[in-house]
């Protein structure tokens, strides 16, 4: 296939003004007819070229005539050749097949409720449409379905409803807003609604309705909760109301990824709506709360102003992700909320960057653009926000906010446009800047510093390292915040930033004393910062830095050395004593300092050194230094461990969640001593899920007896709920020891393992290529078990397979051996008849 290229942008020669749709529900053969109002657009002249996959077209009128016979029908769309006039109503009815669908996108039945997905592509398989981002309408539509799926919905507001005289049912919807065709969706089930009400700033009333299967209607108040505070944060912060009179979220089984920004109608995998103590864990609180942000963020940045193109994706993406962290950071914790960020960022994004996959934030090419919703369009994107936000400030950040809103409200727009908003409100020359959208690959800052009695010198060198298709790279312009600490932590200047814009730059400050410098302070960049530091000053900066993330960073760079066998374990145990025990930080935030880099982290850090990694190797080192580490600390854990008790009920709060992941880190480190496995097994008997999946983990990582038993009962108590097994699949499948493959191979071949679901197929094959230790067993048996279902997953969703295919990426960090087998596995994979685009894209470009 050939590649679409941003460089080839033209406008529409057709634009669509209003769509009117009328849905005629049935798992084989649903109707849907389109009426839509094209007019000319500023694109060259041309044929009415509209897409369409895999729809069976039964009648096509122009302006009333029949035209069934004139237009050109192909794989990908149909094509009507001119003459045209100017404006004109083109209606068609095709038949689509909503129950062998099994990509889950375009219109598909998940569990017996019909819904869609159509970003980015799948308008085109629900009806014939120009599917691209800038061609916006007003939608109407009409649902009719039999009565064993009554809840019909759709975008913007309803109408009227009622039953038909066959006894059917149907319901119309009329969305006032001009939206790309990405934002439709479509919902009919029987299901069930837990309602709110929201009042907006401006007096105006919005019924909430948050839809879900008969049953689970009970496990939806975390959710609502997050989306009134997502509502009201918005107007607070950014002054965005909301504009519509109703917001509905339905949740689904089968969903690709996390949830969608439908206009209005926002539809969610239910593991990220459902909830309670009993069947969610902490992580899943803080996930639902943010992506219901997220979702709910898109109204304004993403739906009322969206993407010109789908190379434009991070405008939306890269934005709202950002715009989802302040909230979060808002309702929670700054700095816990910045460190677990960048853990990610470094963990995701890092590791794209630094491999095969590597491509700017804003793509100049590609195949298949469901493979570009990457750690580099969201995480990264969100990173380049950040770095504006801080370079302008916060006024001039909303100055700029409220400008582009006021400008660009109902547009299509470009990274230019929104770089736009920040030069006018700045008069900044963001041109360096603008490398960020376009230049792949993680720069690497290295620190030197100099010191005569008086005058400290601080040099900062960039380097920017090629990546796929891009040898060569300019220099960037880099904010790295920084302090300059003396004796006891003392601030000796004002904190600020330093703007790195050459390929080396260097500062100098007269000083009294030689300061110890805190550098890029909260992750003010996404970069590598390379200073050579003495354990001394890490344990200074642990012990005295005012900035919590570089403290946080210090200890991690300790965890680093004593991980991988470079540095003794005593005197990162002494700095860790000290700050676990200090009781003036935060819980979540001293539960981070005590969770230790994974072997993933070190294979990428050992690499990053300029060395081949031996997973084998890394893992020995690393569990002989956490089982070191939870010796020495052995009193101080239990003590914690013991003071960290729930006093109370389960709640969810951030405060309570803080305590309870100091409390599993101990248990974590503790699982390594001798009192381990009794701790966990009291635990395990906890109520909430927050304590039991923890203490279950520990006992099956400790490989304690007690672990067999437990998890049969788990299974026996939640084999009727696929997203508490989803735990139980994930945990088997993560646990680092010999025979993880052997259980999750049986575990997969067992009939009740629904692998087309994509939550089940992520908890197992996906989960088990993420236990490093087991994924990369030197012969070779991890990547087969991985490639295999790969190969069986693509032909009936080839967006999952391609999405897990990126295990694979980091192929070139470890020995030549294992670097043959898994070439040898993804060779074999290219090779397989009929493989997906997607799946071809990725194997292709992780072999290139
Ligand atoms: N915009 C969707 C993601 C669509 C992915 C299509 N493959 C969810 C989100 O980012 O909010
Ligand atoms: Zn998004």
């Known amino acids: 296939?050939?590649?679409?290229?941003?460089?080839?942008?033209?406008?529409?020669?057709?634009?669509?003004?209003?769509?009117?749709?009328?849905?005629?529900?049935?798992?084989?053969?649903?109707?849907?007819?389109?009426?839509?109002?094209?007019?000319?657009?500023?694109?060259?002249?041309?044929?009415?070229?509209?897409?369409?996959?895999?729809?069976?077209?039964?009648?096509?009128?122009?302006?009333?005539?029949?035209?069934?016979?004139?237009?050109?029908?192909?794989?990908?769309?149909?094509?009507?050749?001119?003459?045209?006039?100017?404006?004109?109503?083109?209606?068609?009815?095709?038949?689509?097949?909503?129950?062998?669908?099994?990509?889950?996108?375009?219109?598909?039945?998940?569990?017996?409720?019909?819904?869609?997905?159509?970003?980015?592509?799948?308008?085109?398989?629900?009806?014939?449409?120009?599917?691209?981002?800038?061609?916006?309408?007003?939608y109407s539509v009409r649902i009719e379905a039999p009565a064993s799926t009554p809840v019909l919905l759709s975008n913007g507001e309803p109408g009227e409803a009622g039953a038909l005289p066959d006894g059917r049912l149907f319901a119309e919807w009329h969305d006032p807003w001009p939206k790309p065709s990405y934002l439709f969706a479509l919902v009919a089930g029987n299901l069930v609604a837990h309602r709110d009400r929201f009042t907006t700033a401006s007096g105006r009333a919005v019924d909430l309705g948050i839809w879900v299967r008969p049953g689970d209607e009970s496990r939806c108040e975390y959710a609502m909760d997050a989306l009134k505070r997502s509502m009201r944060w918005d107007e607070e912060a950014y002054g965005r109301e909301y504009d519509l009179s109703v917001f509905n979220i339905v949740a689904v089984d089968d969903f690709n990824m996390g949830a969608m920004e439908n206009k209005g109608l926002n539809i969610f995998n239910s593991k990220y709506v459902l909830a309670s103590p009993e069947t969610a864990g902490d992580r899943d609180y803080e996930l639902i709360e943010g992506i219901i942000a997220h979702e709910y963020f898109h109204n304004w940045t993403g739906n009322r102003i969206t993407c010109r193109d789908w190379f434009q994706l991070c405008l939306k993406e890269g934005l709202t992700v950002f715009r989802d962290q302040q909230f979060s950071a808002d309702m929670r914790s700054e700095p816990v909320k910045r460190i677990d960020d960048v853990k990610m960022l470094r963990a995701r994004q890092f590791r794209e960057d630094a491999g095969p996959l590597a491509h700017p934030v804003r793509p100049e090419q590609f195949i298949e653009i469901n493979n570009f919703y990457t750690a580099t369009v969201y995480e990264k994107g969100a990173e380049l926000?950040?770095?504006?936000?801080?370079?302008?400030?916060?006024?001039?950040?909303?100055?700029?906010?409220?400008?582009?809103?006021?400008?660009?409200?109902?547009?299509?727009?470009?990274?230019?446009?929104?770089?736009?908003?920040?030069?006018?409100?700045?008069?900044?020359?963001?041109?360096?800047?603008?490398?960020?959208?376009?230049?792949?690959?993680?720069?690497?800052?290295?620190?030197?510093?100099?010191?005569?009695?008086?005058?400290?010198?601080?040099?900062?060198?960039?380097?920017?390292?090629?990546?796929?298709?891009?040898?060569?790279?300019?220099?960037?312009?880099?904010?790295?915040?920084?302090?300059?600490?003396?004796?006891?932590?003392?601030?000796?200047?004002?904190?600020?930033?330093?703007?790195?814009?050459?390929?080396?730059?260097?500062?100098?400050?007269?000083?009294?004393?030689?300061?110890?410098?805190?550098?890029?302070?909260?992750?003010?960049?996404?970069?590598?910062?390379?200073?050579?530091?003495?354990?001394?000053?890490?344990?200074?900066?642990?012990?005295?830095?005012?900035?919590?993330?570089?403290?946080?960073?210090?200890?991690?760079?300790?965890?680093?050395?004593?991980?991988?066998?470079?540095?003794?374990?005593?005197?990162?145990?002494?700095?860790?004593?000290?700050?676990?025990?200090?009781?003036?930080?935060?819980?979540?935030?001293?539960?981070?300092l005590l969770t230790l880099p994974g072997d993933d982290e070190l294979a990428r850090e050992t690499w990053a050194r300029g060395r081949q990694a031996d997973p084998d190797a890394i893992h020995a080192a690393s569990e002989t230094a956490k089982a070191a580490l939870a010796e020495a600390l052995e009193p101080e854990l239990r003590a914690l461990y013991t003071a960290m008790e729930s006093p109370g009920p389960y709640s969810p709060d951030a405060a309570a969640a803080g305590r309870r992941a100091l409390r599993n880190a101990c248990l974590g480190l503790l699982s390594r001593r001798p009192v381990g496995p009794s701790l966990a097994e009291a635990q395990a008997k906890a109520p909430s899920m927050s304590e039991r999946l923890p203490a279950l983990a520990a006992l099956l990582h400790a490989g304690a007896p007690a672990a067999e038993p437990a998890l049969a009962a788990f299974a026996e108590e939640w084999k009727a709920d696929p997203l508490v097994m989803d735990k139980w699949y994930l945990l088997q499948a993560t646990t680092p020891r010999e025979g993880t493959l052997a259980r999750v191979k049986t575990l997969s071949e067992d009939p009740s393992f629904a692998w087309k679901t994509p939550n089940r197929f992520r908890s197992l094959v996906a989960a088990f290529s993420t236990n490093h230790f087991c994924f990369h067993a030197a012969d070779g048996s991890g990547y087969r078990f991985l490639a295999d279902w790969l190969l069986k997953l693509d032909p009936l969703n080839p967006q999952t397979a391609a999405r897990v295919a990126g295990a694979f990426e980091t192929w070139r960090r470890y020995d030549d051996a294992r670097q043959s087998l898994i070439r040898a596995e993804l060779e074999r994979i290219a090779r397989a008849p009929a493989l997906s685009r997607d799946l071809t894209e990725i194997v292709t470009r992780m072999l290139g």
């Not at 050939?2 to 009117?20: G, K, M, N, S």
């Not at 403290?551 to 700050?579: D, I, N, S, T, Y």
């Open 385 to 592: 926000i950040r770095m504006l936000h801080l370079m302008v400030g916060p006024k001039a950040y909303r100055q700029a906010l409220d400008l582009y809103f006021e400008r660009h409200d109902g547009q299509a727009c470009t990274i230019e446009q929104w770089l736009d908003v920040f030069q006018t409100v700045t008069n900044r020359d963001l041109t360096q800047f603008k490398l960020w959208y376009s230049q792949a690959g993680t720069p690497r800052v290295t620190v030197s510093e100099g010191w005569k009695p008086g005058k400290y010198t601080l040099t900062l060198r960039q380097d920017v390292p090629s990546t796929p298709g891009a040898p060569s790279k300019k220099p960037m312009a880099i904010p790295v915040a920084f302090g300059l600490l003396g004796q006891g932590g003392r601030e000796l200047v004002e904190p600020g930033v330093l703007e790195l814009t050459e390929p080396e730059q260097t500062w100098t400050f007269d000083l009294d004393e030689r300061p110890v410098p805190s550098l890029l302070r909260g992750f003010s960049a996404p970069v590598i910062l390379d200073r050579r530091s003495t354990a001394a000053e890490r344990a200074f900066l642990l012990a005295h830095d005012s900035d919590p993330f570089n403290r946080w960073e210090a200890a991690r760079a300790m965890a680093l050395e004593a991980l991988m066998g470079a540095e003794p374990v005593a005197p990162f145990a002494e700095a860790l004593r000290l700050a676990i025990a200090d009781a003036d930080l935060d819980p979540a935030f001293r539960a981070l």
């Open 1 to 138: 296939p050939q590649p679409i290229r941003l460089a080839d942008y033209t406008p529409p020669a057709w634009r669509a003004e209003t769509v009117r749709l009328v849905f005629d529900l049935a798992p084989r053969g649903a109707k849907v007819h389109a009426k839509i109002r094209f007019i000319r657009g500023e694109g060259p002249e041309g044929p009415l070229r509209l897409d369409g996959q895999k729809l069976m077209l039964m009648a096509a009128k122009l302006d009333g005539r029949d035209v069934f016979h004139d237009v050109a029908l192909d794989a990908d769309g149909l094509t009507l050749a001119g003459p045209l006039p100017d404006a004109f109503d083109l209606e068609t009815t095709v038949e689509i097949d909503p129950e062998a669908n099994t990509e889950l996108e375009g219109l598909y039945l998940s569990n017996g409720i019909y819904c869609t997905q159509c970003e980015a592509e799948g308008f085109r398989k629900i009806t014939y449409f120009p599917d691209r981002p800038d061609v916006m309408a007003t």
